[in-house]
């Protein structure tokens, strides 16, 4: 492993696993998604949870999974604190075009975790076109770089 120790991963990462396995994309993030998890509980990463995971969070329509998602990131989730410098990122990124919980989430990111980990293309693609502070990767490219098998 690399000098990654602590990781974010978005909503929609976190709910790969509640989607439809039958595309082979969705499968693949959700075996990836599932080797990230394993080496988080192994003690191997650090995932890093943000007050935008909880109100995202609940905002899923479906009760069992949002529950399964508020256990998990309770149990194994590293909670950090809102700050103005956050708040000023996040408020700078959502002028340069990004959602207003993507902005949030990568200025979470930025400002507490190693690396940010989401299945939202787009996304990925304009953190690193802006560049962002950190690297900005699906859980596939994040397994190989990292070498999780």
């Known amino acids: 492993m690399a000098d990654i120790e602590k990781v974010y991963l978005d909503v929609c ?6 989607d439809n396995q039958h595309m082979m994309r969705i499968k ?3 075996d990836a998604f599932y080797l990230i998890l394993q080496n988080i509980i192994s003690g191997n990463y650090t995932m890093v949870v943000s007050p935008v995971h909880t109100e995202e969070i609940q905002a899923i329509e479906d009760p069992f999974e949002r529950s399964e998602i508020v256990l ?3 149990q194994i989730g590293k909670t950090i604190k809102p700050s103005i410098k956050l708040r000023k990122r996040a408020e ?5 075009n ?5 902005a949030a989430h990568v200025a979470y990111a930025e400002g ?10 787009r996304l990925v693609k304009k953190c690193k076109k802006l560049p962002i502070k950190i690297p900005a990767m699906n859980p ?3 397994c190989n770089k990292e070498n999780i098998k």
Do not use: K, M, Q
């Open 72 to 74: 998990l990131i309770s």
């Open 92 to 96: 700078y990124l959502y002028e340069e």
């Open 28 to 30: 693949l993030e959700t």
């Open 13 to 18: 990462t976190l709910c790969r696993p509640f």
């Open 98 to 102: 990004f959602g207003i919980a993507d």
């Open 140 to 142: 596939i490219e994040f």
């Open 112 to 121: 507490n975790a190693d690396v940010f980990i989401s299945c939202d293309d």
